[in-house]
């Protein structure tokens, strides 16, 4: 590979030296050509990637402004309101083969509460019979885990659809219950797609992990 300018090279007394990850200067002839490969390809495809993330911030706020300019306009001229108490709202083509979905989730945080709802869990687990309830040992051991500082939010719901009549495992959903804590919401729009009315939806897809 012959040596040509690089983006990040820095000039001194006209050599051109690149950064390493220590903070060291190295002379860009002294780099291989592979680790220059590398930096090329990398350099392109997260300038490429930070493009993208802009286009994507400016489209959602036009997105969420394009459909509260339709729902003002709704309001102003009919006097009706278009969505749901929580703000969610459908709208749809009139070949009815195209769709935009406004979806309110709740933030949750869980209180000190969660921490006495699972000592009466492991009461619960240590009293009964240890060949009984596999499946539910299993769940309790993943809603209670903790990854990256998250509770596991879907597995201890699915703890709550359990129907126990123990006393100590009915007070124990109580606690988690009384330690969930609405601190905000957070909006989100899908857009679906497909070929007739007659055929299933379609997510047109807008997450790089998902695509």
């Not at 990256?148 to 100590?168: P, S, Y």
């Not at 379609?202 to 992990?209: F, G």
Request: glycine letters at 8%; charged letters at 25%; one cysteine or more.
């Amino acid at each position: 590979m012959t040596e040509r300018a690089h983006p990040a090279a820095i000039d001194v007394a006209g050599t051109p030296y690149l950064r390493d990850a220590k903070g060291a200067l190295v002379p860009l002839a002294s780099v291989k050509p592979a680790d220059l490969l590398m930096d090329e390809v990398v350099r392109g495809l997260t300038e490429a990637a930070e493009d993208l993330s802009g286009q994507l911030t400016e489209f959602k706020a036009k997105s969420f402004g394009m459909v509260g300019e339709f729902q003002a306009l709704l309001a102003q001229d009919y006097g009706a309101t278009l969505g749901g108490k929580r703000g969610n709202i459908t709208l749809t083509s009139f070949d009815g083969c195209r769709k935009v979905q406004v979806q309110v989730s709740d933030l949750l945080e869980f209180g000190p509460e969660l921490q006495a709802a699972k000592s009466l869990v492991d009461e619960c687990l240590t009293g009964w019979s240890k060949d009984s309830g596999t499946e539910l040992r299993a769940l309790v051991t993943r809603a209670f885990s903790v990854e990256k500082g998250q509770i596991n939010r879907a597995e201890l719901f699915m703890l709550l659809r359990v129907n126990i009549t123990d006393e100590r495992w009915v007070r124990a959903m109580d606690a988690i219950r009384d330690s969930i804590r609405v601190i905000g919401s957070r909006q989100y729009m899908r857009f679906y797609q497909r070929a007739t009315p007659e055929a299933g939806w379609q997510a047109i897809t807008l997450d790089i992990a998902a695509a």
